[in-house]
């Protein structure tokens, strides 16, 4: 049967470059190797140039990568498929190779497509590392994959990794993932816009201060930004209803989190 990783992904809303927290040169680079060849391909072809098949995103978990990378295939309306490098490191010998094959095809297929290749070091490590013949096998079929689809084919492979440096030296050659985009952390006025994405739905009490929030979540990845928004969220629902949250993973979570102010005094 068909299997489910190589249906397209129906996204849960709608996510836009309004939803991507800082990252603008990173946006800018992005669109420019993403929308010119999925949005205009005759124009791509008629200038003769080979438009971009892969763009590497890169840095540390929970800046953004995956974000973008939705954000990009909504805005020039592409089929988006998202796999997981581990997800092919199946057991079965030939099932992985197989899987890599259904998704190329079926992304050409409902073509213009964004295929979304999460954690791709999962597999596609320096070979000269790889402790058996079977990743290096799938990186052979990846590598042939990404070189044999047409020119023209509206498809672009956006990957992720963590690790930069472990990534198989032959999929950062010319024609494959030729744009690489470094996502880092965010800085101080980024923290403050990603704190201000995570709370426009929020009635913040006027005493709240993000700016001041921002000065001190040093450190702090997009994700973990979201996350104490969240919680105050959900602190100031359970006050609403008389109970009392106490599980905090740190105290200075449990301050900073405290400033987050969400009234809900029409809750009841
Ligand atoms: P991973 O490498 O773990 O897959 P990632 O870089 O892909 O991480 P995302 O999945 O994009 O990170 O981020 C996780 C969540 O954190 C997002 O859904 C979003 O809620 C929040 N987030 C992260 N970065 C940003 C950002 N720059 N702006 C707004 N929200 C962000």
């Known amino acids: 049967g068909t299997n489910d990783i ?18 603008r040169e990173e946006t800018r680079l992005l669109r420019e190797a993403v929308e010119l060849p999925l949005r205009y ?3 791509v072809q008629d200038l003769g ?20 990378a939705q954000a990009v295939a909504q805005e020039v309306q592409a089929t988006f498929f998202s796999v997981k ?23 050409e297929k409902k073509a213009p497509s964004v295929i979304f290749f999460d954690e791709i070091d999962a597999f596609a490590f320096d070979r000269s590392r790889a402790t058996a013949t079977f990743e290096a096998t799938l990186v052979a079929q990846f590598l042939s994959l990404m070189d044999g689809f047409d020119r023209r084919g509206q498809v672009v492979v956006i990957a992720t990794t963590n690790r930069l440096d472990i990534l198989d030296r032959a999929l950062l050659r010319p024609g494959r993932f030729d744009y690489r985009i470094r996502v880092s952390l965010p800085q101080r006025i980024d923290r403050e816009h990603i704190l201000r994405l995570h709370t426009t739905k929020m009635p913040l009490d006027e005493k709240v201060d993000l700016p001041d929030l921002a000065d001190k979540t040093k450190g702090y990845t997009g994700a973990d930004l979201a ?3 969240a919680k105050a969220a959900l602190i100031a629902v359970s006050r609403a209803l008389g109970q009392d949250m106490n599980h905090w993973p740190s105290s200075l979570d449990k301050e900073l989190t405290s400033r987050i102010k969400v009234t809900l005094e029409d809750f009841n």
């Open 85 to 107: 490098g581990p997800e092919f490191l199946s057991p079965m010998h030939g099932q992985s190779e197989k899987k890599l094959r259904e998704l190329f095809a079926q992304a």
């Open 41 to 43: 391909p005759e124009l």
């Open 227 to 229: 996350a104490l928004c």
């Open 6 to 23: 190589i249906e397209p992904v129906k996204m849960p809303k709608k996510i836009s470059y309004h939803d991507v927290g800082g990252l």
């Open 49 to 68: 140039i080979k438009p971009p098949k892969g763009v590497l995103l890169y840095g540390p978990p929970g800046c953004g990568k995956t974000l973008l």
